[in-house]
């Protein structure tokens, strides 16, 4: 009984999903933004060979130290700027798009031993893959796609700094 009202709830999906998204959340759990908190804005310094991104959200800031190479195409992403040789970052957003790949959000997911760890969740056509990434590479290719990126609601205000 309970395989049948679910491949039931899959098929009146099927027929009657809504256009603004492909998957449903109550079969792919990796899509629910339950417990997470949507970056309202991203922030980077460039401080020598490393950078700071800031990750701003509900009032708080979450920061972390990258390269400076990963801070800078963190920063051209915010500022729409593609230098005359594209970077990584540039070249997967334009693979992705000519392969017809959506990147549907970057979710900062935690840490484990000081190093922040993020899920790249992305669809072609009737596929959902759910990719590990460095928080630093899925972020700088949300920014150039406007994908939008979560950070984890509990680590955000655990290790967070209150700024409002």
Do not use: W
Request: hydrophobic residues 45%.
């Amino acid at each position: 009984v309970g395989v049948g009202i679910l491949i039931g709830m899959l098929v009146g999906y099927l027929l009657f999903r809504p256009v603004k998204t492909s998957f449903p959340s109550f079969i792919f759990p990796q899509l629910s933004t339950e417990g997470f908190t949507r970056v309202e804005d991203v922030e980077v310094r460039i401080i020598g060979d490393q950078g700071l991104i800031a990750l701003k959200a509900d009032c708080y800031a979450l920061e972390g130290v990258v390269e400076d190479v990963q801070a800078q195409s963190i920063q051209n992403a915010l500022e729409r700027k593609v230098g005359e040789r594209p970077n990584a970052h540039d070249l997967v957003k334009d693979m992705f798009q000519f392969l017809g790949i959506k990147i549907l959000m970057v979710k900062l997911t935690g840490v484990r031993e000081n190093i922040y760890l993020s899920k790249l969740l992305v669809e072609q056509e009737n596929t959902l893959l759910n990719l590990d990434a460095r928080p630093s590479d899925a972020i700088a290719i949300a920014l150039r796609v406007n994908a939008p990126i979560y950070v984890n609601t509990t680590l955000l205000h655990t290790l967070g700094k209150y700024v409002c």
